[in-house]
């Protein structure tokens, strides 16, 4: 069965609301939601197409776009590849030229439709921005907690909250702090056991490799309402996430690092090869910046995460 090529879109206003459209019945997939796109013509190239479907669906103009993420999923009766781009500029007003329903939707609430399995992960991406903040370790309390309210307020919207050398409730204590400076401005993901999951309702929780290792079989530890990450280091560890119904994972390292010298760098190549073969958002982790943001998307990665290169210079 050959794979269906369908060029798609996350298309995104000023006011960060993303557009959606409901297929038609009498379509595969009917009644469903959907990012608006379509199946590229023979030899098309995925701009060229996602240009055209636009305009023949929505009766706009593509005038700024980048790649997003790409999900290649198999249904009983269908194969498909979907080369998914973020375009957040575009000429004149979409409406449903096909008499499709259209919808604004807060990037929050794109859990409360009902979308063709295949769309899950482009839900994740976007929902998800292009830069992930990771804690530095060995800060004293009070000057982490500036720190994170710094980068907050400077715009991080997804922050883990890493200090592997605190003793458990040193950890708890700040992690209660930490989702108090997040609440409704970031998404705090924590690091930990599972059995700590039920005291920290509004966290999502980042796996450790080994955590993944010893919980991926039993599958998602939590509902869909709520983020799940890992680590991964190369191909065993993605598939044991794609099994394990993550919505996201960093992947490292990418190149050397202080925080891990020992480590061997995977290199952007390799990254790009397993970023390839995996269907859920990928941040590039070791050795990258902000600097890197572009050069990411165009591996087909959600973004960048870091330590030092995210952290402010001068917390308050």
């Known amino acids: 069965m050959k794979r269906v090529h369908v060029a798609a879109a996350v298309i995104r206003r000023a006011d960060g609301k993303v557009l959606i459209a409901r297929r038609n019945a009498a379509q595969h997939q009917g009644n469903l939601w959907e990012f608006p796109g379509g199946k590229l013509e023979e030899g098309e190239s995925p701009t060229a197409g996602l240009a055209r479907e636009l305009a023949e669906e929505l009766g ?13 999923h198999d249904y009983p009766d269908k194969q498909v590849l979907l080369d998914v781009w973020e375009v957040d500029g575009f000429e004149g007003e979409p409406q449903g030229v096909e008499g499709q329903p259209l919808a604004w939707v807060a990037p929050k609430a794109l859990g409360n439709y009902d979308f063709p399995a295949a769309n899950a992960p482009i ?3 976007a929902r998800l921005p292009a830069a992930y903040l990771i804690t530095p ?3 004293p309390g009070p000057e982490l907690l500036g720190g994170l309210r710094t980068a907050i307020a400077q715009g991080a919207r997804l922050v883990q909250l890493r200090a592997p050398n605190l003793y458990d409730p040193q950890y708890r204590d700040l992690a209660v702090d930490a989702a108090g400076l997040c609440a409704a401005k970031a998404q705090l993901m924590l690091k930990g056991p599972l059995e700590w999951l039920g005291d920290f309702p509004s966290a999502g929780w980042h796996l450790t490799a080994e955590q993944l290792r010893k919980y991926a079989p039993n ?4 509902p869909a309402d709520r983020w799940l990450a890992a680590s991964c280091h190369g191909p065993e560890e993605l598939e044991l996430a794609e099994r394990m119904g993550v919505d996201f994972v960093t992947l490292s390292p990418v190149q050397p ?5 020992d480590a061997v760098p995977l290199g952007w190549a390799q990254a790009e090869q397993l970023i390839a073969g995996f269907n859920k958002p990928v941040f590039l982790l070791g050795g990258v910046g902000p600097g890197d943001t572009q050069r990411a998307w165009e ?3 959600q973004g960048v995460a870091g330590i030092r290169s ?7």
């Open 299 to 301: 591996m087909g990665a």
């Open 257 to 261: 690092t202080q925080t891990h010298p």
């Open 310 to 316: 995210f952290w402010p210079e001068k917390p308050a």
């Open 219 to 222: 599958g998602r530890p939590f």
């Open 60 to 72: 706009i103009q593509v005038t700024s776009a980048r790649p997003l993420i790409k999900v290649a």
């Open 123 to 125: 839900v994740s991406a």
């Open 137 to 139: 370790d060995g800060l």
